[in-house]
């Protein structure tokens, strides 16, 4: 359903975009949010994004990571810049038709399987 590509080492201060490839019946009303998960860590929500444009992101995020949608490719964006070592983690999508809290991880039927994001400082 979800697929998620992208992901590699970067040095801090660098971009990465992450991209996840939905399946045709996930609609563009589903709200799409990225998580990560670091080492020892819950999962955690980065950015989300709900039609028509609506869009929530940590305060750890902001202003650096941009989250976007192409519905005509089916696919998702995060274009994370200015990394911190802090942001290194497995990075994975999400599909919710539920609009609770944009972050809990616990509303969400879809996932993919994750993409690693590693900054060196």
């Known amino acids: 359903q979800l697929v998620e590509s992208g992901g590699g080492s970067v040095q801090a201060g660098g971009s990465l975009r992450l991209s996840c490839a939905t399946s045709?019946?996930?609609?563009?009303?589903?709200?799409m949010t990225w998580f990560r998960q670091a080492p020892g860590k819950e999962r955690e929500g980065v950015a989300s994004?709900?039609?028509?444009?609506?869009?929530y992101y940590d305060d750890s995020v902001k202003g650096r990571f941009t989250i976007s949608k192409d519905d005509a490719e089916n696919t998702l964006y995060l274009q994370m810049n200015s990394l911190k070592p802090e942001d290194t983690a497995i990075y994975y999508c999400?599909?919710?038709?539920?609009?609770?809290?944009?972050?809990?991880?616990?509303?969400?039927?879809?996932w993919g399987q994750g993409t690693t994001v590693t900054v060196s400082s």
């Open positions: 045709a019946n996930i609609s563009p009303r589903y709200r």
């Open positions: 994004l709900q039609s028509p444009g609506t869009t």
């Open positions: 999400a599909a919710s038709l539920q609009f609770g809290n944009w972050d809990n991880r616990f509303g969400y039927k879809y």
